[in-house]
């Protein structure tokens, strides 16, 4: 499928168009991807930026359209297409097999075998993995079960199997959304290593940092529609939000002055064995207290123990002053606490399930009377939520897997909105969101602590950390180590504390004692 001449540019989409039942997902777009740079594809959730990515992986077959790859016209009927053709893909949603080896995972279809027999060469199988991993520097044991590894290593898996295959042209889906700061750099060495041998890369993330640090070029999308394409060094942040959201994006954060009330949780010398110990805190109604600290400092765990998904081992937890003993998820819940999961498909989302039903989960009993569902009342809540939160569905009774990333959050939220608790976890609330939904979630945020909500928020993003939050208390290895005022919060501190720099004996559990004055 000759008759094109070969150019800069290793991929060419021209005139893509694919609509779904009751969404035009792309309208009309176009890419163009030069050799042996980073093109970063930018836009909110819902922008037709995973639609796009499926159809050049062939997942989808656009209604209208071309796609020239080095100097062809493809026309891509599965996935094992484009891996023939050279085309690869680091999904967002990672998907291994948990009982299979690292090296399993990673060599899946392709193992190497003993001659016409097709039994396995497990010894050359590990031996070819060893020699990958090596060479992109990732210290993992090739025989190590998925299930058995860490969500940032389970990553670094994702990306060794992307780049095995060799390809011209990788596509790389928010691949530091799971990975810690030394894995990102280890992730932007790999990166240049495949630029200089001439490899294309798409490259989808949220975060503007990395995005300045590792991309050529920039194209955004908005509500399914090509919106523009220029350098990296041509395309100012300003200019780049404006185009992704279609207006000026001032302030992301707009804190507003709030009245703190009484203590609402108490949590006094907690521990869950292996994981943390001694933890001592309080958050107060209306209060934003953000958790703080680098990937396996039991910041999570801290959380699920609270809300009965682990064990205590040791420890009181207190709500309203009453000393409760909570066990299960259900009991957290009869106490009127929430709690936004830091992975929405693993242990928040019931994906086959309606964007309706996944609303109301935690709060049926509420809608139901003599035994039968109120669907009106259901009804009209979920499109309140829906409209309030600017969820991109086509209904609500869509199913909930069919959304993009960012608003299958915004139906999580949701959920815990309807049930109003009196105390709100959230979990790692953006990642994977984009910076015009991040602004939202940060105002519905800030409108609940007005509310007298008392919310505890984990995050790995330091800009939120700072803009979010009354408090911060920062952990390192299982232990708080610091807690700081918004006043006394920065960067440096905070790093310091989360890297065991520094440290302060938080022992007592009343708010005035445990307050530190931190100096440098």
Not at 286 to 293: L, N, Q, S
Request: hydrophobic share 40%.
């Amino acid at each position: 499928m000759g008759g094109y001449k070969v150019s800069e540019y290793i991929l060419q989409l021209e005139n893509i168009t694919k609509e779904f039942p009751g969404v035009k997902a792309l309208d009309d777009v176009q890419l163009k991807v030069r050799r042996g740079t980073v093109h970063a594809l930018m836009g909110e959730n819902g922008a037709g930026k995973s639609t796009l990515m499926k159809i050049i992986i062939g997942m989808y077959t656009p209604d209208t359209g071309k796609m020239i790859f080095e100097g062809e016209e493809l026309k891509l009927t599965n996935i094992n297409d484009s891996l023939d053709k050279g085309i690869s893909m680091i999904h967002q949603e990672l998907s291994p097999i948990p009982e299979m080896t690292v090296a399993e995972n990673i060599y899946l279809g392709r193992e190497p075998t003993y001659g016409k027999s097709g039994l396995v060469n497990n010894r050359k199988l590990y031996q070819m993995t060893k020699d990958l991993l090596n060479s992109l520097e990732i210290n993992l044991d090739p025989k190590t079960k998925m299930i058995d590894l860490s969500i940032a290593n389970t990553q670094m898996v994702e990306i060794a199997k992307a780049i095995s295959f060799d390809s011209k042209l990788v596509i790389m889906d928010e691949p530091t959304s799971a990975i810690t700061e030394k894995e990102v750099a280890q992730l932007f060495k790999m990166i240049r290593s495949l630029k200089e041998k001439g490899v294309g890369i798409i490259y989808i993330t949220h975060k503007m940092s990395e995005l300045y640090e590792i991309a050529d070029d920039i194209s955004v999308f908005r509500d399914g529609q090509f919106i523009g394409t220029d350098t990296a060094a041509n395309m100012e942040r300003d200019r780049l939000i404006k185009m992704m959201v279609g207006r000026e994006l001032n302030q992301v954060f707009n804190k507003p002055e709030n009245e703190i009330g009484e203590v609402a949780l108490s949590v006094k010398n907690l521990s869950h064995n292996g994981w943390f110990e001694d933890v001592n805190f309080e958050v107060r109604k209306g209060e934003i207290v953000c958790f703080a600290g680098l990937m396996g400092a039991g910041r999570t765990e801290v959380l699920e123990t609270i809300f009965g998904v682990k064990k205590v081992d040791q420890g009181e937890i207190f709500v309203h002053g009453k000393k409760v003993n909570i066990k299960t998820p259900i009991e957290a819940i009869k106490n009127n606490l929430g709690f936004l999961t830091e992975d929405r498909k693993l242990t928040g989302l019931f994906l086959p399930l309606s964007v309706r039903e996944n609303m109301i989960t935690v709060n049926i009993d509420q809608y139901i009377s003599s035994g039968l569902l109120n669907y009106k009342q259901v009804k009209s809540d979920c499109l309140e939520q829906k409209e309030n939160l600017k969820i991109k569905t086509p209904s609500i009774d869509q199913i909930v897997e069919n959304l993009s990333g960012g608003n299958q959050q915004k139906v999580l939220l949701a959920r815990w909105l309807l049930k109003n608790p009196d105390i709100l976890f959230l979990d790692e609330p953006t990642r994977g969101i984009d910076v015009g939904a991040k602004s939202e979630f940060y105002n519905i945020i800030f409108k609940l602590a007005s509310q007298g909500k008392a919310i505890v928020v984990v995050s790995s993003e330091m800009a939120e950390i700072l803009g979010l939050c009354d408090r911060v208390i920062v952990m390192h290895e299982g232990r708080i180590t610091g807690e700081l005022s918004r006043e006394e919060a920065n960067q440096e501190r905070i790093m310091q504390y989360a890297t065991g720099q520094k440290t302060i004996s938080v022992k007592n559990t009343r708010q005035s004692e445990m307050r530190q004055t931190v100096t440098n």
